[in-house]
């Protein structure tokens, strides 16, 4: 778990510095920052490579989850070391490919009218609103990689948790259950938080309203999440919550 974990932290990491330094730039000047189109393109490559990146690694996760839960007695037998790379390789490697080719369509696109983009950083469709181009093929090929990086991950992860669900259910003793259940509790509010946000964000219909407000809801996953993901694993790490105790009480301590 902790293999996985530290690839989704280091994912994590590069996903957030991809947008949040550019956001702050373009705050302090008053929303009137500039990026180059190139500039736009990789900041835009980044984003989808590492977001999706996020959803693969959230899904081995969750497979993790179900193997340590419902099929224990396999689990070290199973999840071994080569078993863990094929996962991570899988992760880092398809969505770097999956991601690629949007990229290369977008910049074969003509864009001769306003260069102004309606959001805080790249995205997919504040980016085809400025092209004067047939953007179809782009929409099409977006949608393709959505269904294979975004729903189906979600799906999988969706279907480990109803197997999981019910082996806590079958246990007998309710210590047992809520032990069990605290193993996978993390992961799953993280699983919530990403996929519900990405979902709302990229079926709601573009216009004046909705595009406010997923710039609020981009910001759960782009910024809320990343900072969220080692408080909400952390904090069920026993040394960890042990040197915040041994902190807390030097405090307590120092006050008097």
Same mark, same amino acid.
Request: hydrophobic share 45%.
């Given at each position: 778990?902790?293999? #996985?974990?530290?690839?989704?932290? +280091?994912?994590?990491?590069?996903?957030?510095?991809?947008?949040?330094?550019?956001?702050?730039? #373009?705050?302090? %000047?008053?929303?009137?920052?500039?990026?180059?189109?190139?500039?736009?393109?990789?900041?835009?490559?980044?984003?989808?490579?590492?977001?999706? =990146?996020? &959803?693969?690694?959230?899904?081995?996760?969750?497979?993790?989850?179900?193997?340590?839960? &419902?099929?224990?007695?396999?689990?070290?037998?199973?999840?071994?070391?080569?078993?863990?790379?094929?996962?991570?390789?899988?992760?880092?490697?398809?969505?770097?490919?999956?991601?690629?080719?949007?990229?290369? +369509?977008?910049?074969?696109?003509?864009?001769?009218?306003?260069?102004?983009?309606?959001?805080? #950083?790249?995205?997919?469709?504040?980016?085809?609103?400025?092209?004067?181009?047939?953007?179809?093929?782009?929409?099409?090929?977006?949608?393709?990689?959505?269904?294979?990086?975004?729903?189906?991950?979600?799906?999988?992860?969706?279907?480990?948790?109803?197997?999981?669900?019910?082996?806590?259910?079958?246990?007998?003793?309710?210590?047992?259950?809520?032990?069990?259940?605290?193993?996978?509790?993390?992961?799953?509010?993280?699983?919530?938080?990403?996929?519900?946000?990405?979902?709302?964000?990229?079926?709601?219909?573009?216009?004046?309203?909705?595009?406010?407000?997923? %710039?609020?809801?981009?910001?759960?996953?782009?910024?809320?999440?990343?900072?969220?993901?080692?408080?909400?694993?952390?904090?069920?790490?026993?040394?960890?919550?042990? =040197?915040?105790?041994?902190?807390? =009480?030097?405090? %307590?301590?120092?006050?008097?």
């Amino acid at each position: 778990m902790y293999i #996985f974990l530290s690839n989704l932290s +280091l994912s994590d990491m590069m996903f957030s510095t991809n947008i949040v330094p550019n956001m702050f730039t #373009f705050i302090l %000047k008053d929303g009137e920052g500039t990026i180059s189109f190139n500039g736009c393109l990789s900041q835009f490559y980044f984003y989808g490579f590492l977001g999706s =990146t996020e &959803c693969f690694l959230l899904s081995v996760m969750s497979y993790d989850r179900y193997l340590a839960i &419902c099929d224990p007695l396999h689990y070290y037998s199973i999840m071994n070391l080569n078993l863990q790379k094929q996962f991570i390789a899988f992760s880092w490697i398809t969505s770097s490919v999956v991601t690629l080719f949007p990229v290369i +369509l977008l910049h074969q696109l003509q864009f001769c009218g306003p260069n102004v983009i309606d959001h805080f #950083f790249c995205d997919l469709a504040p980016v085809l609103e400025l092209s004067c181009s047939d953007t179809s093929i782009v929409k099409t090929e977006t949608l393709v990689s959505s269904i294979f990086v975004v729903l189906l991950p979600f799906l999988f992860i969706i279907s480990t948790y109803v197997r999981i669900i019910r082996t806590i259910l079958r246990i007998q003793s309710t210590q047992g259950r809520q032990k069990t259940f605290s193993t996978c509790s993390s992961h799953l509010v993280i699983v919530c938080t990403y996929f519900l946000t990405i979902i709302t964000v990229y079926s709601i219909p573009s216009n004046p309203y909705s595009s406010t407000a997923n %710039k609020i809801r981009s910001l759960l996953y782009i910024v809320a999440t990343p900072l969220f993901n080692p408080i909400i694993y952390s904090l069920r790490n026993k040394e960890i919550n042990m =040197t915040l105790s041994e902190i807390y =009480t030097t405090l %307590k301590k120092m006050q008097f």
